[in-house]
C-alpha cells in the first residue's frame, strides 16, 4: 500500500515562494526510488517539473531551472519543491510522483493548486 501526502501549495504574487512538500509511505518490503513533482493546467497535458534520483541527481524542465530545487529526505521518503521567482505560467496543479519496487512501480499524489497572481 502506498501512500503520499502533499502539501505546501497556495496562492502567491508574482515573484514571491512556495515550498511544496510530498511524504510517502510504502508498506511492504518496497523502497521509494525516484521522486518527482509534474504540473498541468486545463487543456494541458500533465508535464515533469522536477525530479530527483536516490543518490541526489536532479533534472529540472528549462522553464523553471534557476527558479525552483528539488530535494529529498531519504530518511523520510520525502521529496520538497522550493519554487522562487514564481510566473502567472507556473500557476497549475503539482503532482507528486514516486517510484519504487525498483522503478517497476509509481504512485501519484492527489494535487496541489499552486497560483501565482497579483
Known amino acids: 500500500q502506498v501512500q503520499l501526502v502533499e502539501s505546501g501549495g497556495g496562492l502567491v504574487q508574482p515573484g514571491g515562494s512556495l515550498r511544496l512538500s510530498c511524504a510517502a509511505s510504502i508498506s511492504g518490503i518496497f523502497s521509494v526510488n525516484s521522486m518527482g513533482w509534474y504540473r498541468q493546467t486545463p487543456g494541458k497535458e500533465r508535464e515533469l517539473v522536477a525530479s530527483?534520483?536516490?543518490?541526489?541527481?536532479?533534472n529540472y524542465v528549462d522553464s523553471v531551472k534557476g527558479r525552483f530545487t528539488i530535494s529529498r529526505d531519504n530518511a523520510k521518503n520525502t521529496v520538497y519543491l522550493q519554487m522562487n521567482n514564481l510566473k502567472p505560467e507556473d500557476t497549475a496543479v503539482y503532482y507528486c510522483r514516486v517510484f519504487y519496487g525498483g522503478g517497476e512501480y509509481n504512485y501519484w499524489g492527489q494535487g496541489t493548486q499552486v497560483t501565482v497572481s497579483s
Open positions: 530527483i534520483t536516490t543518490r541526489g541527481s536532479v
